[in-house]
């Protein structure tokens, strides 16, 4: 689930069975693990079980703020935190997905979101073809948003906060998380190191 998460949550929580089914939006990679090799090394490495119960956590806030979002907020707003999130998980400026399964995401009719795409690709915002938008103004559609999209990023932030970048690398406003290397050595530098008083 984007660069930080994983499909299958129920198994690490005990519950045995998902009761939830997964949908794959964009194209990209994945890496699958059987289920005991994971609840085997989520038993053995401290490591291991605090990423991913942190990550369980950025989702539950996610889950929680996705609500609030879809009762209170415009199409527009919510249209904006999706592209942005969408963004985040993506390499480049465009997200490939049609405006009926926007629609589907957000439980409104494909209309409100044609109008809503309409209203940010005359703002300059966006470029929207075909079931293709390229985001043309990052820094405009995180003024558009509502303050949804910036509670969730940050509590991925600061639960999963990603390795610096090499000096040298180029920056971009619109450029993806990097996917670290899933080993003990970087899990650990992720976890908060407990103090122990004398």
Request: charged content about 20%; glycine content about 8%.
């Amino acid at each position: 689930m984007g660069n930080e998460g994983v499909v299958g949550k129920s198994l690490l929580l005990g519950a045995g069975i998902a009761t939830n089914t997964s949908t794959v939006l964009f194209a990209g990679r994945g890496f699958r693990i059987e289920a005991q090799a994971i609840q085997d090394e989520f038993a053995r490495s401290d490591a291991v079980r605090s990423i991913l119960l942190r990550y369980i956590q950025a989702l539950a806030t996610q889950i929680a703020q996705s609500a609030i979002c879809n009762r209170l907020h415009t199409i527009e707003q919510q249209l904006c935190g999706f592209l942005l999130h969408s963004l985040d998980r993506l390499q480049g400026s465009e997200v490939v997905v049609t405006q009926e399964l926007i629609a589907s995401i957000f439980g409104v009719r494909r209309e409100s979101v044609t109008t809503a795409a309409g209203q940010l690709q005359e703002a300059g915002l966006i470029h929207y073809a075909r079931g293709h938008v390229a985001v043309l103004e990052r820094v405009g559609l995180e003024r558009r948003c509502c303050e949804c999209y910036a509670v969730v990023k940050n509590e991925y932030d600061r639960l999963l906060p990603h390795e610096p970048e090499e000096p040298n690398a180029r920056l971009t406003s619109l450029g993806p998380r990097p996917l670290p290397a899933w080993n003990e050595a970087a899990v650990a530098r992720w976890t908060p190191q407990r103090v122990v008083e004398p």
